[in-house]
């Protein structure tokens, strides 16, 4: 599941005449070239996230987010002009020791050497911020407004394949689906820099990569989503989609241990109950920051490296939601680190 403001804005621009591709079951994903861009479906996304360290400090955590948005608008025009498919971006980086998040994002249309989404593999760009396979590794390089991170990222496990080998489920009709696979336990070596002082890192991160056309069920106004490297070497994702009373309209998750077993839970095993909640001093959005995810007879509770992890995308996607890096405790002892997203929670949406 990848940011309400990339779903919303999808679904608040006008989509008369568009015939976007659709989201099939039994559809099998082929790589490398599921890697890239689906420029015939409405709305797409390149998510990593994970957890840096020097051994120095506490780790940080890091988030570097590509959107690419079809314009159903633009579909008819024939002008070299015309925005067709529009191209945004987020990077934030959360240090304990700041107390909240540096966050910075871009947007652009593509062509013109603006920004581009590729076919055949992995490679988004706008401007000087890119995200791209070289190899079997993943680089990105992302020079924002008061830090930088150059990131070389390196598979040690298969591609895991969401929900029904990649057809992704988001409410009981098929027609709310994404095509959606994940690379847990990417490792990360790189350098980061924070007003001018630069750090020579290492660590783990998790990638999403999710495309799709129709997501959002009725009544959805929002989700909580977690993706979680396991220290054991497993991996764990789970979400619910949230209805204006808070309760779940459809849920799912995944756990792939470290042997490579998998098990998936379905909608009626998942369940995610708030321990504590923090209200942003800037929004007065109140998130459940910590939670504890049931899925099936096993709990995980999740714990926040600091409470305030609000990104305001206003500028960008047009939102704001609470994406941070958080820990996580689980049955016999298990732990890992990873993200949560909770989206719907900071008041209607504008754009």
């Known amino acids: 599941m990848r940011s309400l403001a990339a779903f919303l804005l999808a679904l608040a621009l006008p989509a008369i ?22 420029p015939g479906h409405r709305i ?38 015309a925005p067709k498919q529009l191209l945004m971006a987020h990077a934030a980086i959360a240090d304990p020791s700041r107390g909240s ?7 652009a249309r593509e062509g013109f050497g603006l920004a581009t ?7 988004v760009s706008i401007g000087r911020w890119r995200l791209a396979r070289e190899g079997e590794d993943y680089v990105a390089e992302i020079p924002a407004d008061g830090f930088s991170l150059t990131l070389r990222m390196t598979p040690t496990q298969p591609v895991l394949l969401q929900g029904e080998r990649g057809f992704s489920r988001k409410g009981p009709d098929a027609r709310h689906a994404s095509y959606y696979y994940s690379q847990p336990q990417l490792a990360v070596r790189g350098r980061l820099v924070i007003d ?13 990569h999710e495309w799709s056309s129709e997501l959002l069920v009725q009544g959805a106004v929002g989700w909580d989503w977690i993706g979680v490297n396991l220290d054991d070497g497993g991996a764990l994702m789970a979400f619910r989609l949230r209805d204006a009373s808070g309760e779940p309209l459809w849920a799912s998750a995944l756990v792939r241990e470290a042997d490579g077993r998998v098990r998936t839970y379905s909608h009626s095993e998942v369940a995610f109950r708030p321990l504590r909640r923090w209200r942003s001093p ?21 714990e926040p490296w600091m409470p305030d992890q609000e990104l305001d995308s206003r500028a960008s996607t047009g939102t704001v939601y609470w994406e941070g890096a958080v820990s996580v405790t689980g049955p016999q002892g298990r732990k890992g680190a990873g993200y949560l997203e909770l989206t719907g929670y900071a008041g209607p949406l504008r754009f």
């Open 196 to 208: 001018g002082k630069a750090r020579e890192m290492k660590g783990r991160a998790w990638l999403d």
């Open 117 to 123: 989404a590729k076919i055949g593999d992995t490679d």
């Open 17 to 38: 005449g568009a015939a976007y591709d659709p989201v099939m079951p039994g559809t099998a994903l082929a790589f490398p070239a599921d890697h890239g861009a689906h």
């Open 101 to 107: 998040l540096l966050h910075d994002q871009r947007a």
């Open 282 to 302: 800037r929004t007065n959005a109140e998130y459940p920051v910590a939670m504890a995810v049931t899925l099936g007879a096993s709990e995980w509770r999740v």
């Open 44 to 81: 797409e996304w390149w998510y990593v996230t994970g957890q840096l360290e020097d051994g120095a400090a506490k780790p940080i955590g890091f988030q570097v987010t590509f959107f690419r948005l079809r314009n159903a608008e633009a579909d008819g025009s024939e002008s070299r002009f």
